[in-house]
């Protein structure tokens, strides 16, 4: 009838035993996840930066962008033939390249990897991604969706080649992407190449012209 219930013993008349216990069940199932949340998004904030942090010092060491005349700017270069190409976000965020990398990429195809790395610095995409990985551990292994994760990052992988593209153009990226499909990256770092390029090239090659 609408009349509100003052003690727990009026609300189980009420309800009834069964209506009762589920709604209760919902209840400590939401408070259960919520404080999940609040931890994961700590956790995976607090592991993401230690990680980055380290990996950063590491290759401002290990640097040799000196000898490509770009001392000063936020380009690390790393003598290694395995392709890399990635950025490390933060508030002294770095675009890290390889020499691997470096030799397979024309002018134009560089500066399109560039580009596509800064846009990632620009929008902040790691924030967005940490909190969906963050919601995404939350829930049980049984309720949680990879997809939604996945489109997630292919999203936010999509926003930077645009960017990409307009600063570039749609060839230079599409032929950058092919050219590090394989590239590597740590953890915490988001990488031109990866799982999304066949999506990405596709997508590009969709595109209308200008």
């Given at each position: 009838d ?14 009834g ?93 560089l ?17 967005v ?82």
């Amino acid at each position: 009838d609408g009349t509100p219930t003052t003690t727990p013993a009026a609300e189980l008349q009420r309800l009834g035993w069964f209506t009762w216990t589920v709604y209760v069940l919902v209840f400590i199932g939401t408070v259960v996840i919520g404080l999940r949340l609040m931890f994961t998004v700590a956790a995976v904030a607090l592991r993401t930066r230690a990680r980055r942090r380290s990996h950063r010092t590491l290759i401002d060491l290990l640097d040799r962008v000196e000898l490509h005349g770009r001392r000063g700017s936020d380009i690390r270069i790393l003598d290694v033939s395995t392709p890399m190409a990635y950025c490390l976000p933060g508030l002294r965020s770095r675009v890290v390249l390889s020499e691997g990398v470096l030799a397979r990429l024309s002018a134009d195809e560089l500066a399109a990897v560039i580009e596509h790395e800064r846009a990632h610095l620009r929008a902040r995409h790691d924030l967005v991604l940490e909190a969906f990985l963050a919601l995404h551990a939350a829930f049980p292994r049984w309720v949680r969706s990879e997809s939604a994760l996945s489109a997630v990052r292919l999203l936010a992988e999509a926003l930077a080649d645009d960017q990409a593209v307009q600063a570039t153009g749609r060839t230079s990226v599409g032929r950058a992407l092919v050219a590090c499909a394989d590239a590597v990256a740590p953890r915490g770092a988001m990488a031109v190449g990866g799982p999304t390029t066949v999506a990405r090239v596709h997508r590009l090659t969709r595109q209308p012209s200008a």
